[in-house]
């Protein structure tokens, strides 16, 4: 029944900026939790960042300061400005939502994002 559609990765340079965007099917009265997480090869999948629906937001260390998420509740949105990009911060981009109503997760397609010259 839940499906997630994300987009906005691809190559940018060292510096630069990008907006991932994630957009869930179904009720927007039945998301909680949205986030992001990513994964590169080798790597540990890892929380990038993750938003409740009263805006309680929580950053992984490593992009504290740098990316700011934010969430539409009413079309089931969530976003990731993702600033001052450092080749680190190449990986797959997975959103992640949890349904209310029992904690269901559900993991998006996985967008790619690469930071180099």
């Known amino acids: 029944q839940v499906q997630l559609v994300e987009s906005g990765g691809g190559l940018v340079q060292p510096g630069g900026s990008l907006r991932l965007s994630c957009t869930s099917s179904g009720s927007s009265f039945s998301i909680g939790v949205m986030g992001w997480y990513r994964q590169a090869p080798g790597n540990q999948r890892e929380l990038v960042a993750r938003?409740?629906?009263?805006?309680?937001?929580t950053y992984g260390d490593s992009v504290q300061g740098r990316f700011t998420i934010s969430r539409d509740v009413a079309t089931n949105t969530v976003y990731l400005q993702m600033n001052s990009l450092l080749p680190e911060d190449t990986a797959v981009y997975y959103c992640?939502?949890?349904?209310?109503?029992?904690?269901?997760?559900?993991w998006g397609q996985g967008t790619q994002v690469t930071v180099s010259s």
């Open positions: 938003i409740s629906r009263d805006s309680t937001i």
């Open positions: 992640k939502i949890i349904q209310r109503w029992n904690s269901q997760e559900y």
